[in-house]
Structure formats: C-alpha cells, structure tokens
C-alpha cells in the first residue's frame, strides 16, 4: 500500500509513513511525524507533530502521544496509554493495561489508564504496569518494572523500581529534587 492510500484525516505530505506500514482510518498524525518500517498505527490514534515511530511499533486503539514524542523499534503502546510531549520510550520497553489478563476473558473494560508525563524517559526493556502515572522528566532505568506512580524527576531502577536519586530536564543526575527543577 503506496503513502497516498493510507486513510487519515492530516496531510499526508508532511506525514512519513515506510511503505511497509499500516496505519487505519480516522488517526490525527501531526506534521513532520516519521512512522518507520512494519508499524501499525490503530484507529482513533492522536500523534503529535515531529514524532518518530520506530520500525515494528504498534500503537493500539485510541492512545494519545503529545509532541515530540520518540517511539524506539518493538514497542507496543496499548490502549489507556497517554504520551504527553517529549517522551522516549527506549527499545523492547513493555507497558500493560489489564491488572490480571487471561486470554478466556475478556477485560477491554478494565483497561486501566497509564500517563506519561512531559519530558519523561523509559528504558530499554523496561516494564510499566498499567494504572499509573509516570512523572514529568523521569528516567526509568532500563530492564526497570515500574509498578506505582513515579514522582517527577526520579531516577527509578530495579524490579519493581524503586528511586535511587534525581535526574534533570537533561537526563543529568543530581543530588536533589531542588537542583533537578532548575
């Protein structure tokens, strides 16, 4: 399927999407978006302008990514997910959004919201359990499994993560919350 029969509601010459992508009717992508190899982006997507959608990405039904947002390659942002601008989320990184999933029943009703606020990073390979909130400018180490709310600027490490310092607008580690929010 050539860019120009990709059905979305945006201008598509501002919009990059590899030839080898999918991407489903009534999705708002924003200028200078780039949607990489073997993607598919789901229905009622709302991507913000210059996001970067690594190759093998799927963004599921409804989520939301702000601005400026990074995706890296095998990611999957599942419904319930909300991106608020300039997040990273690092390759093979997992979020859920059922507590306790069985494959004979069915909880698409269930499905718990998770944020990522402004500014926020997460790691190669790390886990967020759904239904919480990852705070502005944090940084989930990779491998983490977040499973509580996250503050803003917490460095957080380990399964389950737990906090072990401060980290800037940067990613600059530092030795207290005061001196991450100059």
Not at 12 to 36: A, M, N, P, R
Request: net charge negative; with cysteine.
């Amino acid at each position: 399927m050539t860019n120009d029969q990709r059905p979305m509601t945006n201008d598509l010459q501002q919009v990059f999407v590899h030839e080898s992508s999918y991407v489903d009717e009534g999705c708002q992508i924003g200028k200078g978006t780039k949607i990489w190899h073997f993607s598919h982006i789901m229905r009622g997507c709302t991507i913000g302008e210059d996001c970067n959608i690594g190759q093998n990405v799927v963004i599921s039904p409804d989520v939301v990514l702000g601005r400026n947002c990074k995706i890296q390659n095998n990611v999957s942002v599942y419904t319930g997910v909300r991106c608020e601008d300039d997040v990273f989320l690092g390759p093979s990184m997992v979020f859920t959004n059922v507590i306790n999933p069985r494959a004979a029943v069915s909880r698409k009703d269930e499905y718990k919201p998770t944020i990522i606020k402004k500014g926020a990073s997460v790691g190669a390979n790390a886990t967020i359990v759904c239904g919480h909130t990852l705070g502005e400018y944090c940084l989930i180490g990779a491998g983490s499994v977040v499973t509580k709310d996250v503050p803003a600027y917490a460095l957080m490490v380990g399964n389950p993560a737990r906090q072990i310092g401060w980290v800037n607008a940067h990613g600059d580690k530092c030795d207290s919350l005061e001196e991450a929010m100059k």
